[in-house]
């Protein structure tokens, strides 16, 4: 890491980005890293995987094979995705959690549980217990304010 520390790995896995310009990104061998409480992404690792990505003032612009993917620009001195599914633009970064199963459905943009362990039967993510009753707060007040939208 940045700091010369090291963290460990319990598993790696396939995520799938949807960006608000409506391109979907599928990024490959993503690490799971539960003493990470941010979600990060390596410009590197997708320059080796055929995107390409230019830096320009406080903007970023990522496309591949020459199609437009992705822009936005900085916040707070890093570059931050733009993704379709508002939940995951407001708190997929912040995991704050005392179990695997959270950990996963944070990481994964809130996807419900029940999908979570269909991907852990799957092996595409590492097995976990499941918490009964657990409700997750940002999942709570995503739907409060839906539901006082009328949405």
């Given at each position: ?18 960006f608000t310009s409506g391109k979907t990104v599928l990024l490959k061998n993503v690490q799971h890293v539960p003493s990470i409480k941010k979600n ?80 852990a039967n799957l092996n595409l993510i590492l097995k976990f217990n499941l918490v009964k009753d657990s409700k997750c707060q940002v999942c709570v ?11």
């Amino acid at each position: 890491m940045g700091n010369g520390s090291h963290a460990r790995v319990l598993g790696a896995g396939t995520v799938v980005l949807k960006f608000t310009s409506g391109k979907t990104v599928l990024l490959k061998n993503v690490q799971h890293v539960p003493s990470i409480k941010k979600n990060l992404v390596s410009a590197s690792q997708m320059c080796r995987d055929g995107f390409k990505i230019m830096l320009e003032s406080n903007k970023y612009v990522v496309s591949r094979h020459g199609t437009f993917v992705e822009k936005d620009y900085d916040c707070g001195d890093l570059f931050r995705l733009s993704l379709l599914d508002d939940a995951c633009n407001k708190v997929v970064n912040n995991v704050n959690v005392s179990n695997e199963s959270n950990i996963w459905h944070s990481r994964l943009c809130h996807i419900n549980f029940s999908c979570l362990t269909w991907l852990a039967n799957l092996n595409l993510i590492l097995k976990f217990n499941l918490v009964k009753d657990s409700k997750c707060q940002v999942c709570v007040i995503e739907a409060t304010a839906q539901a006082s939208q009328g949405c």
